[in-house]
């Protein structure tokens, strides 16, 4: 018997199943590497073993699964309906929609972001409300003197979450979105101080992530030595030195790809989690090019996909399929972390952290050039005397240099 077999959906109350989603599926959703910054899709959800909460929805309680995942903070605020705060502070929920737009306009985040944020803020009002009888969130923080008071009560929220949610980085998520919120007031001159600022040092919540650490180049390197098909190698590549997300590399096509040129790059529409853009292929471009000139050559009703799959509607692989073969890969490398197979995340994250060390290390390059100027801060020499065309050069030249340790490819 599976997992989910062994799981009586039917029987479960509405209350049960959101106990559940907090206890158990939400957790194996993180260890799975699923980004809970923003909704987990069905396919994700289904991928860690748990596609039958979509059906018991559906039939016992007559609610979608986004309508249920609104209830445990993933709220979806792009409809055109009014978002259902939960509670009746007018000053409240008009901050808080200005605070939300502001998030989208200034600073660009996607959809989904935002729709989760909007989530977590009705969810700490909404328990704000149910304490102490509304949900006053600005008014309560408008008087100094009141500061003391305010921050008892905003603990006492905090104690209901510490109750209710099963992991410290749901806590923290949740603490950083209201945080935001009440800094955003201040340096509006609307309220007189952040009530919530101080909160994570009264628990031992911890923030880092142990399941989600970034890969080094050396196990990169031991992973990338045991692919056994250009499938493999591919694959490793997608996650590894072009850090896409797993369902990303699932539905990888033909069409986005220009590998011509002195600008080779992925392209992605308004899809994409962060919105359009492009994937720069600091190299991998030759292994690209072969295996979609491979596909091509093999079957002439290739349908475009990367990985194709004749089993899916879909025509292409699902995110858990790329979980599952990068584990593979990694297992028959010798590669633990904490003793278990990495997740397909900790290949991205090892992307990340290299382009950070590549930003530190053409920035430290350029103090040479900030001193000449007569400047102490070589980030305005990057800003103001290279032009993004020599940027991107110089970013990509010192990213081949640190990819080539774990690939061990010539830049």
């Not at 007018?90 to 989208?104: C, G, H």
Request: with cysteine; proline share 4%; glycine share 6%.
């Amino acid at each position: 018997m599976t997992q989910e077999e062994a799981i009586s959906w039917s029987r479960m109350s509405f209350e049960e199943l959101q106990h559940y989603w907090n206890a158990y599926i939400e957790i194996d959703l993180e260890r799975a590497g699923v980004d809970l910054s923003s909704r987990p899709t069905y396919e994700e959800i289904t991928d860690a073993g748990y596609s039958g909460i979509a059906y018991a929805l559906r039939e016992h309680h007559d609610m979608t699964l986004t309508e249920f995942l609104a209830t445990v903070g993933y709220e979806n605020a792009g409809s055109d309906r009014p978002y259902p705060w939960g509670f009746n502070d007018k000053t409240t929920i008009d901050e808080l929609e200005t605070f939300l737009r502001s998030l989208s306009r200034r600073r660009g985040l996607a959809d989904s972001t935002i729709d989760t944020k909007q989530a977590r803020l009705a969810k700490y009002a909404r328990v704000y409300a149910d304490l102490y009888g509304q949900a006053d969130l600005v008014d309560q923080a408008v008087d100094p003197s009141n500061e003391s008071t305010e921050y008892e009560r905003v603990l006492g929220v905090f104690d209901e979450f510490d109750r209710e949610l099963t992991t410290d980085a749901s806590k923290l998520r949740y603490h950083s979105d209201v945080s935001q919120f009440y800094d955003h007031l201040e340096r509006r001159s609307k309220v007189a101080f952040n009530p919530v600022a101080e909160i994570p040092k009264e628990f031992q919540w911890e923030s880092g992530n142990p399941d989600n650490p970034a890969l080094s180049a050396d196990q990169v390197r031991q992973i990338y030595e045991a692919v056994e098909s250009p499938s493999e190698e591919l694959l490793v590549l997608a996650l590894c030195a072009w850090g896409l997300r797993r369902s990303e590399v699932a539905a990888l096509h033909v069409s986005q790809l220009t590998l011509e040129g002195d600008d080779p790059h992925i392209a992605f529409d308004e899809s994409r989690k962060n919105g359009p853009g492009t994937v720069a292929l600091i190299y991998g471009v030759h292994e690209l090019a072969v295996r979609a000139d491979t596909l091509g050559s093999q079957d002439r009703h290739w349908n475009g996909y990367l990985f194709p799959s004749s089993t899916s509607s879909s025509g292409h692989i699902v995110g858990g399929t790329v979980q599952q073969r990068f584990q593979r890969i990694a297992k028959r490398a010798g590669v633990r972390v904490g003793g278990e197979p990495p997740t397909s995340k900790m290949g991205r994250r090892f992307w990340y952290t290299t382009y950070l060390e590549a930003q530190k290390h053409l920035l430290e390059n350029l103090q040479a050039i900030a001193a000449d100027q007569g400047s102490s801060d070589e980030g305005v020499v990057l800003k103001n005397y290279l032009s993004e065309g020599e940027r991107r050069k110089y970013r990509r030249e010192f990213m081949r240099e640190r990819l080539a340790d774990a690939f061990e490819v010539n830049p």
